[in-house]
């Protein structure tokens, strides 16, 4: 069964402490991967795709890369403002995109 | 274009009664995609559209559960004889599917429709 796994379920972290959520994945065709932001009472906001083992993204605080197996996002001296719930997602063959639980970060000024 | 309007934003009803969902996707976007969320978890995939036809639907959805999508533009969600289980928050998600299936599929969200069942 196709299923994505995220790790760990909540972190919290001090302004300026950087760290890695990980994300692992089992699917029977990736079509890509995704990761997308989530505040509280919104929807997803998406952040970035990758689609190779190797690649890498980066976004101010944030670099996602991918493994054959799974998938990283790092945070570098994260802000207040980065605290949210981190989803990551892999889009299966005819386009169907299945999301794991996802991460909360916390970050504490 | 505003993005993805779903309504209403809020819905309490009470168990047994029927209840209706409206996703406005951004115009230009020809798949739609309904989600459903509960607290602590990730959105979970239910069904969707390629412009008005159904291409997918989770084993996971009672009969209870009919989506449309008439003319590819909007599209409703009812769920019938709602149970409590059923309390969630509702998600919408559009994308544009480019000629020959090329390109991410990066989901566009609305904000969520959140269903309470009493």
């Known amino acids: 069964e196709d299923q994505v796994t995220q790790s760990p379920e909540a972190l919290r972290l001090q302004e300026g402490e950087s760290s890695s959520l990980n994300c692992s994945y089992t699917?029977?065709?990736?079509?890509?991967l995704f990761w997308y932001r989530q505040d509280p009472g919104k929807g997803p906001e998406f952040l970035f795709t990758l689609y190779s083992a190797g690649e890498e993204k980066e976004k101010e605080r944030l670099k996602a890369t991918l493994t054959k197996k799974e998938s990283f996002l790092h945070i570098t001296a994260p802000k207040p403002e980065d605290s949210a719930t981190y989803l990551c997602a892999v889009r299966l063959g005819g386009f169907k995109t299945i999301f794991g639980a996802g991460t909360r970060l916390f970050v504490k000024a | 274009d505003t993005g993805v309007s779903q309504d209403p934003r809020h819905k309490i009803t009470k168990r047994g009664q029927n209840v209706t969902f409206r996703c406005d996707p951004i115009s230009e976007h020809n798949r739609l995609y309904w989600y459903r969320q509960t607290l602590g978890q990730g959105p979970e995939f239910l069904t969707y559209f390629q412009n008005e036809a159904q291409l997918e639907k989770s084993r996971l959805l009672s009969d209870r559960f009919s989506a449309e999508r008439p003319k590819g533009s909007f599209s409703t969600l009812e769920i019938q004889r709602t149970e409590q289980g059923d309390s969630a928050m509702y998600l919408c998600?559009?994308?544009?599917?480019?000629?020959?299936?090329?390109?991410?599929?990066?989901?566009?969200f609305g904000a969520g429709s959140r269903l309470t069942v009493l």
């Open positions: 998600a559009s994308s544009l599917l480019r000629e020959g299936g090329a390109g991410a599929n990066v989901l566009t």
């Open positions: 699917v029977s065709g990736l079509r890509g």
